[in-house]
């Protein structure tokens, strides 16, 4: 499994999503995220560590407590990831959409020169 298909599965969680939205605002004790959240706090800890051994969040000792935070590095290359898949998709809607107007032009050229030959 390559490190971006593990991002995408630990973000299959809907509540390391939540996690993760959370710390999107900057560094949070494990405490703080288990107090506005509707599990414990070892059920904190344990989305924490899946999110850390991905790439997407780091920690730090800060005194008595760890903080964690987004890694910037993991989410730009997820994000790098998703941008690259988007575009492949915009490329290939685009394509499909030039070959459906050239094949719409093509049914249009050939009942107008019916016509012309109707009249």
């Known amino acids: 499994m390559t490190n971006i298909t593990a991002m995408l599965v630990a973000l299959g969680d809907p509540m390391r999503q939540s996690i993760l939205d959370w710390l999107?605002?900057?560094?949070?004790?494990?405490?703080?995220?288990?107090?506005g959240l509707p599990i414990s706090r070892p059920a904190v800890s344990q989305h924490l560590r899946v999110l850390k051994d991905v790439g997407l969040v780091t920690d730090r000792q800060e005194g008595t407590r760890r903080l964690y935070q987004v890694d910037p590095d993991g989410v730009a290359a997820l994000r790098a990831h998703l941008d690259a898949?988007?575009?492949r998709s915009l490329q290939s809607f685009a394509l499909h959409a030039e070959h459906q107007h050239a094949q719409h032009q093509h049914a249009q050229e050939g009942e107008d020169e019916h016509d012309d030959a109707d009249s």
């Open 24 to 35: 999107s605002d900057g560094p949070l004790p494990v405490g703080r995220l288990a107090d």
């Open 85 to 87: 898949m988007w575009a």
